[in-house]
């Protein structure tokens, strides 16, 4: 069975940083990705990671955000400085079963997910 526990959400200025956390269980290796979603949103992604460690991010989150994952704790990271309010939402992480992230990594391409951790960024 696939669980995908997140973790490290919070309140913060905007300015700041958090380092989100998905901890991965039944599932190694599969394309993962982080996604959002803002009161009155549509989910949107954020940050993708291939089983091979190719790295992808969503305009937005360019130069901000750095995605990463430990293999050896089959734990999905999200590294977030200079948020902005715009950030605010919950975030989710996902899992698919192949190593590769589909062409364009939508939500519907990706198997599980976890319950999401609320970040808060105030002006």
């Known amino acids: 069975q696939v669980r995908l526990v997140e973790s490290g959400g919070g309140s913060v200025q905007a300015g700041g940083s958090l380092r989100l956390s998905c901890a991965a269980s039944?599932?190694?290796?599969?394309?993962m990705g982080w996604f959002r979603q803002g009161q009155g949103k549509e989910r949107e992604g954020v940050a993708y990671?291939?089983?091979?460690?190719?790295?992808d991010y969503v305009h937005s989150a360019k130069g901000r955000f750095t995605i990463s994952k430990d293999n050896a704790k089959n734990t999905l990271y999200l590294q977030m400085n200079s948020l902005k309010p715009e950030d605010t939402a919950m975030y989710y992480c996902?899992?698919?079963?192949?190593?590769?992230?589909?062409?364009?990594?939508?939500?519907?391409?990706?198997?599980?997910w976890g319950q999401g951790t609320q970040v808060t960024v105030s002006s």
């Open positions: 996902a899992a698919r079963r192949t190593s590769f992230c589909a062409t364009i990594p939508t939500a519907t391409t990706f198997d599980y």
């Open positions: 039944g599932l190694s290796y599969g394309c």
């Open positions: 990671i291939s089983g091979y460690g190719v790295a």
